[in-house]
């Protein structure tokens, strides 16, 4: 009896806080949409007209349409950058690919504003560094690269993104028996086919989930259509949801009527995934048979896979990282030149060093970041569990309802949940909890996408062996379910823990006096245009990230802990 | 049943107990913020005595020097919280319906504090300063004070533009060599607005619509890139930065200056106290040092505009045009749109 109870009371808790954390914002959404703006003067009341303006004209059509088209660009891009990234990584023997997992993560940690001016530096038709060496090569006026127009949005939102894909693909191809792929080439298949026949078709449904997720993402995503498309007139919806939200009275329900397009998008690619993965074991890689990790010899071609990587981290590491580490030198930004040179100094390192909030406020990033990434994991891992491996009736609800956050617009969710913790006072407002369970809301869809994943792979054979030699429900999870999940578990909260050490956009409205966050340090520091000591701290962020990895790796080797 | 009654009943209570000390917290504020007595001073600095601190939540980066000057002059702690103009205005809003005041003193743009105002958030303060000061940073109802100027100026690329071929007018950059070097804010409809409204509404259409279909303007979001772009070339000549944007970065040495079209726009940033402040005379101590010249000289030394007549700035002069916050509210549709129709979604 005492195991059902375990069972009970942990299903019970997850499926609470999945509920109580993704309803509360959603219901404010929908019911904000329904309303006029609330003044001194005028109450808010019922209205229709935030759905009559926000879809009853050409140009909210013209602006889905780029938007549209912006997301998709970026997740088919981000997905073949990640996703082949993953394949080389964990499927070939491609030379020196331990050094590439701490390196194809990189760009994720990079705030958005400087990864986007990076690209600017780099591929303006005016000041960009690759114009003018081109045009130098070739003593010519032609411009080679823009990044002012849809493709340049693509290109950077793409690179930006493609760890995420990266991530998600690897904890996939981990959990993947490569005896399968191994029974192919017995029978005479080639590379190629084995690629396309086998490893594809059995990781289609993380193929999906990521390009799922990177399209939502994409969609809603404000930085880059600011930075690279206003410049030349191509606005998309978030601007739209922007500009309604910075007007008085704010226009919440505007951008929440703006907002529902979104979930319903959402809902839609949730429910054909959840089609998917309703085909039962045919995804199930991870079984009672052992397998031992196996690469495909690529043999002359690895090389090409090596060159590939260098490609990437020169494009996409190393480029924008000298760019940011020339500016961080400088004492405004300038085209390098022997002049400039001149004028290099380490001001924007000493400015860092002598801050008085930044080590306060790097603090309270590490304690929320490492908090939501692990509650987000373990919470959704309950969750998938029950969406996965469980006939739940309509729990394919329960999914999307953990994955709806994902399309709030950052600034609406953090109004959401201010307005609630002021009339529910239960103490959080005004402190670092209230921030923890926006990061954690926030993020869950994220947790879910990668742990559904690699839930996937799970075959239910192995769980019915934990029962039939008599292991509780909570034993199974803890010691079968959870260490098999731990290629997604552990990728996923990658994710989340650098996701949310950038989070901003409802940060800014519910941090406090003294619970500062790097994330806000970084909205100062570029609000009072300090762009060279922005650029400083962009280099710490990358340097320290890559120390980090490395060292895990390092540690992970030495001890002994086995790499699926 | 009995107890759903009970717990309905101890929570109405609750707040009726609360409206009740939110009324007596607003007299205090009222009577120490219209107090005109020649004791004012030391009443106020007698009262700052039992109360702890102040919170001020602000847009402008250089308020924290004051903050600073201003603990070290009256030994009141401050406690700050930053973020930008609409979040400022949001959170405000936000806190005072949800019966949470721990704000005393709020620093935005003047429209954002006349819709703070408007939202009755606000204390009107009778400060014996005021007097020094210019008279649009006074408005009629008291409830906020201009402390700064937020001038709009255009900046140019040294580098890329040469004195001589600077415009002297609007119009003059109208002419084809402009092609492909301007940028814009992509936020200022409040300074497109009162800027066509002094170059006479069909004029001004006319001379924008021209130099959009010449030579194009390309859009950029916050006056801080703006000035980057500028700094580093990318835009050689921005019509809408911030008068202090270009002096900041030409004291580190970049290749920028400042530029004033005329009609020169600008927009008071202001300082205000608010209606349930919980720590109101030390509120009105650092209200009042702001508006000193004690106070105004540290954000002149910030390069900014002050409102202080005896701290003079060329570019306060007698042909500045300022925005009306109130009307800059009533327009915001009308201006917001026009700009994005003429500018934005034009720019190229």
């Known amino acids: 009896m005492r195991h059902l109870n375990t069972q009970t009371m942990v299903i019970g808790a997850c499926l609470l806080a999945v509920a109580y954390l993704a309803l509360m914002p959603l219901g404010f959404l929908f019911w904000q949409s329904f309303l006029t703006p609330d003044s001194a003067d005028a109450a808010s009341r019922f209205t229709l007209d935030n759905y009559a303006t926000a879809y009853g004209s050409i140009e909210t059509l013209h602006l889905m349409g780029n938007s549209l088209l912006f997301a998709s660009g970026t997740a088919a891009f981000a997905f073949a950058v990640g996703g082949a990234l993953a394949w080389m990584n964990e499927r070939t023997n491609t030379p020196f690919k331990r050094l590439f997992f701490a390196l194809s993560i990189i760009p994720l940690i990079i705030p958005g504003i400087m990864f986007t001016i990076s690209w600017i530096l780099l591929g303006s038709p005016k000041i960009g560094l690759i114009n003018m060496l081109l045009q130098n090569w070739f003593s010519t006026d032609h411009v080679f690269v823009n990044v002012y127009s849809m493709w340049g949005m693509i290109w950077v939102e793409g690179l930006h993104y493609s760890p995420m894909a990266f991530l998600m693909m690897t904890a996939a191809f981990r959990s993947m028996d490569p005896s399968l792929e191994e029974s192919a080439l017995m029978s005479g298949a080639s590379v190629h086919q084995i690629f396309w026949r086998v490893t594809v078709k059995l990781t289609w449904p993380a193929i999906f989930a990521s390009m799922l997720i990177l399209f939502v993402r994409a969609i809603e995503s404000f930085e880059v259509p600011a930075l690279l498309g206003i410049p030349v007139g191509t606005q998309v919806l978030t601007s739209a949801i922007y500009q309604a939200v910075h007007q008085y009275p704010s226009q919440v329900g505007l951008a929440s009527s703006y907002g529902t397009t979104l979930l319903l998008i959402t809902t839609a690619g949730i429910y054909m995934q959840s089609r998917l993965t309703g085909k039962g074991s045919k995804y199930a890689t991870v079984t009672g048979k052992g397998f031992r990790p196996r690469v495909v010899d690529l043999g002359a071609w690895r090389y090409i896979t090596a060159a590939v990587f260098m490609l990437y981290f020169v494009m996409i590491v190393l480029l924008p990282f000298l760019v940011l580490l020339w500016s961080s030198l400088q004492r405004y930004y300038s085209v390098p030149s022997m002049d400039a040179l001149r004028n290099v100094s380490l001001d924007a390192y000493r400015f860092l060093w002598d801050h008085p909030s930044i080590g306060n406020s790097v603090l309270n990033s590490l304690i929320l970041a490492f908090a939501s990434a692990t509650i987000v994991m373990l919470l959704t891992s309950v969750i998938c569990w029950i969406v996965i491996k469980t006939k739940l009736p309509g729990r394919w609800l329960l999914d999307n309802i953990a994955s709806l956050p994902l399309v709030f617009p950052g600034l609406v969710l953090g109004l959401a949940v201010m307005v609630f913790y002021l009339n529910f006072n239960i103490g959080v407002y005004g402190t670092l909890w209230i921030m923890l369970i926006v990061y954690v809301t926030r993020f869950m869809p994220y947790g879910m996408r990668y742990n559904g994943t690699s839930m996937l792979q799970i075959h239910k054979e192995l769980e019915e062996s934990a029962q039939m030699s008599g292991a509780s429900w909570g034993t199974m999870f803890w010691r079968i379910l959870l260490p098999l999940l731990k290629p997604g578990l552990l990728s996923g909260w990658i994710y989340v823990f650098i996701v949310s050490i950038r989070e901003l956009s409802a940060s800014i409205l519910l941090y406090s006096p003294g619970n500062e966050v790097i994330a806000i340090v970084i909205w100062e520091l570029w609000e009072n245009g300090q762009f060279v000591e922005l650029s400083a701290l962009g280099v710490m962020f990358i340097l320290t990230l890559l120390i980090l990895v490395m060292l895990a790796q390092y540690v992970g080797r030495r001890f002994g802990v086995k790499e699926i | ?348």
């Open chain 2, 1 to 348: 049943m009995q107890n759903v009654l009970l717990k309905a009943l101890s929570r109405a209570l609750v707040v009726l107990g609360l409206c009740g000390s939110v009324a007596h917290a607003q007299d205090r504020v009222k009577e120490l913020a219209e107090y005109q007595g020649a004791d004012r001073q030391v009443r106020l600095i007698e009262a700052a005595k039992k109360e702890n601190g102040i919170t001020v939540y602000h847009a402008y980066p250089a308020l924290s020097n004051v903050m600073t000057a201003f603990t070290k002059k009256y030994g009141i702690k401050t406690r700050a919280w930053r973020a930008g103009s609409e979040a400022v205005l949001q959170r405000l809003i936000t806190e005072a319906r949800g019966n949470r005041f721990e704000v005393d003193i709020v620093q935005n743009n003047a429209p954002e504090n006349e819709a703070a105002h408007r939202e009755k958030l606000l204390q009107a303060v009778r400060s014996p300063l005021f007097a020094d000061l210019i008279p649009q940073a006074v408005p009629a109802h008291g409830e906020w004070t201009g402390i700064t100027l937020d001038v709009w100026i255009a900046a140019y690329n040294t580098s890329r533009v040469s004195e001589e071929e600077l415009p002297k007018r609007y119009e003059d950059l109208q002419d084809p060599k402009w092609k492909g070097r301007l940028g814009i804010e992509a936020n200022n409809h409040g300074w497109f607005g009162t800027l066509m409204a002094e170059l006479g509404e069909e004029r001004g259409r006319e001379i924008f619509k021209n130099i959009v279909a010449t030579n194009g303007i390309s859009a950029r979001k916050g006056h801080s890139l703006l000035t980057t772009m500028v700094a580093s070339g990318e835009v050689p000549l921005a019509l809408t930065v911030y008068n202090w944007n270009p002096e900041q970065m030409k004291s580190k040495g970049a290749p920028i200056k400042g530029l004033a079209l005329k009609p020169v726009i600008a927009q008071p940033s202001t300082v205000a106290l608010l209606k349930n402040a919980p720590n109101p005379a030390s509120a009105i101590l650092f209200y009042d040092f702001i508006i000193s010249e004690e106070g105004q000289r540290i954000l002149q030394d910030f390069s900014y505009v002050t409102t202080h007549k005896r701290l003079p700035h060329p570019l306060r002069d007698a042909s500045l045009k300022y925005i009306d916050p109130a009307k800059a509210i009533d327009m915001q549709t009308a201006w917001l749109s026009n700009f994005d129709e003429m500018i934005v979604k034009k720019a190229k």
